[in-house]
Structures are given as C-alpha cells and as structure tokens.
C-alpha cells in the first residue's frame, strides 16, 4: 500500500519516486508485499504509461535495496543474543 501521509515511522519507509509516497516496510514481509505489487502494476495487463512504468521500476529497486537492509539486521540480530552479559565481578 502507497502511503500518501506521514503517519508511518520515517525510518520504517522507503520512499517512491513519485513525488509524495511512500511504502511502509518495518519488515521482510511488508517489503515483499509492495514488490508483489509494483510487479503487478506493471504486469502484462498493466496500462502504465512509460514514465510511470520506469517509476514502478525505481521503486522496485529501493525496496529491494530495504529488502537487503532488513535482512542483514536481521541476521546480524541473532548474533548479538547469543553473547554472553559480562559476569560481575
């Protein structure tokens, strides 16, 4: 879903090349549902015109670019909780 507002988290969007929108994507799961549906607009049955085709395009790219972001945190997380606290002395 396009967010037209600023209600979601900043740091939880990536933004589209249009002017104005926005896609909010806090995770893995969200960012694969917006590439889902940047795909589907410009599917064959799609009556994008070029320039808002290459938009949908655009957008593609800075979710996946999330999309990798989310999954090196993620992988980067369990990795922390493995350690150990520091014993006290």
């Known amino acids: 879903m396009l967010y037209g507002t600023d209600d979601p988290d900043p740091a939880d969007t990536v933004s589209s090349v249009l002017p104005g929108y926005r896609f909010h994507c806090p995770d893995i799961a969200s960012v694969d549902l917006h590439l889902a549906e940047r795909r589907e607009h410009m599917g064959p049955r799609s009556n994008l015109t ?4 290459e938009a949908a ?24 909780d493995s350690v150990p606290p520091a014993q006290a002395a």
């Open 50 to 53: 070029p320039r808002f085709r």
């Open 57 to 80: 395009r655009q957008d593609i790219d800075r979710l996946l670019e999330r999309r990798l972001y989310l999954m090196i945190v993620h992988l980067a997380d369990p990795l922390e």
